[in-house]
Every structure is written in C-alpha cells, then in structure tokens.
C-alpha cells in the first residue's frame, strides 16, 4: 500500500520564478494538506483541500495556490519565489474528518531551495 | 489562537534509560493532540493521539504520552531510550471541530548516546 508519494524530492529555482510541487495521498485518503517546515522549524499549515476546493487556508499570501485533481491527487503552486520560501514542503493526506481526530499520513517531502 | 509549546531543542539520555519529551499548548476549547517524529530527509510520522478518555495514551515503539488538562501539558515518554530513538520529535494540537488544521511546535532534537 502507497503511502504519500511528493515530486520532486528536491528543486533549486531562481528568485521570481515559479514552482509546482505535486502530491499523490496515500490510497483510500480523501483529503489533501500542506505544509511548509522552514529549517530549524515545525511545519506551518498552508492549507488543506477536500472535494478538489481549498478548505481551509494558513497565514500564507496569495502567491501561493494549489490545485486537488479528480484522483484526489494535488498540486502547490508557489509564484514570484522569495529567498524566504526555501523551505521543505510537506504534503499530508488523510480522510475527510471534521472532527480531525485521524491525523495525518505524510509524505517525505520536497525540499525547494530559492536562490 | 492555538500554540504548541516545546520548551527544550534538544534532550540528551543514556540508552536504557527513560526519556521525556516536554510539550505544553494553548487552545479554546478541547484540544486534540499529537506526537509525530521526523527522521532526517524523512517526512513525520505519526506516533500517538490523545482525542479523549484515558489521560494516558500509547503509541508506537513503546512510547506513551499523559494529557493534563490543568497545566496543558501533553509530554512524552519511554520507559527505556534506544539509540534508535533519536530523532527530531514534533508536539501538534488542532482545536476540536476546527477540521484538520494542526499547529505544530518547534520541535526537540533527541540524542540518545550509546
């Protein structure tokens, strides 16, 4: 069984450009998160989608967007890069659970490095 | 607004001896809480979950972990470290009908010397 499947593993991109990352959740799971872990931090919510809507959003700007397939697979798109965005971004599936005892299954993550 | 504090960044112990994880949060309402742990270019993984009921929970690879509601503390435990054990150990806390949106601490760097 699959567990959370994130491409790349790792990128380098240029300050100003654009970054999509990719996430296939872990098979039976409906709900897709996303997180950024900064180096030295615990990762920060960024936001969650369920029935391919955005659901719930973190303290993140508009530059960042995703996207959740029929599949239930994902897409964080990240535009107009900073310096600041490097980071390891960590995608987390799970089943719809509004009660959110569950927790999550979390894949290993792609490491963006913005130079 | 829900915080999740880890007051050490770092826990040294002697292999065979018992470890604690110290972990304290602050959130309206019931929390729902977590211990997840990250080993190096690995995501987390999860390793146990107080929802409710018994203050004492278990969890994977023998660790355990006791909710107290009056000093908001959730810390974490083995009877006995293995060298295995060390890694990076991350507290979460979400808010209960909140949906899935957890806040993390900063996380405890474990060592455990051989």
């Known amino acids: 069984d699959a567990g959370v499947t994130q491409s790349p593993t790792h990128l380098i991109k240029t300050r100003g450009q654009q970054v999509t990352l990719r996430c296939s959740p872990k098979s039976g799971h409906d709900t897709v998160s996303w997180y950024q872990q900064a180096l030295g931090q615990g990762p920060q919510f960024i936001f969650q989608?369920?029935?391919?809507?955005?659901?719930q959003r973190g303290n993140f700007p508009d530059r960042f967007s995703g996207h959740q397939f029929p599949n239930y697979s994902s897409e964080l798109n990240v535009n107009a890069l900073l310096l600041g965005d490097s980071a390891l971004y960590l995608c987390?599936?799970?089943?719809?659970?509004?009660?959110?005892?569950?927790?999550?299954?979390f894949g290993s993550g792609t490491r963006l490095t913005v130079v | 607004a829900q915080s999740v504090a880890q007051p050490e960044d770092q826990v040294n112990v002697a292999e065979g001896n018992p470890l604690t994880v110290k972990c304290t949060y602050s959130v309206s309402g019931n929390p729902y809480l977590f211990w997840y742990v990250q080993y190096p270019n690995r995501g987390l993984q999860f390793l146990l979950k107080?929802?409710?009921?018994?203050?004492l929970v278990k969890g994977s690879y023998g660790f355990e972990a006791e909710f107290n509601k009056s000093q908001t503390s959730f810390h974490l435990k083995k009877p006995s470290a293995l060298v295995s054990d060390s890694a990076l150990y991350f507290c979460a806390v979400s808010r209960v009908n909140y949906g899935q949106n957890f806040v993390f601490g900063p996380g405890t760097r474990l060592s455990v010397l051989p």
């Open positions: 107080y929802i409710t009921g018994d203050n």
């Open positions: 989608y369920y029935e391919e809507e955005e659901r």
């Open positions: 987390a599936s799970s089943l719809r659970d509004p009660g959110q005892t569950a927790g999550y299954t």
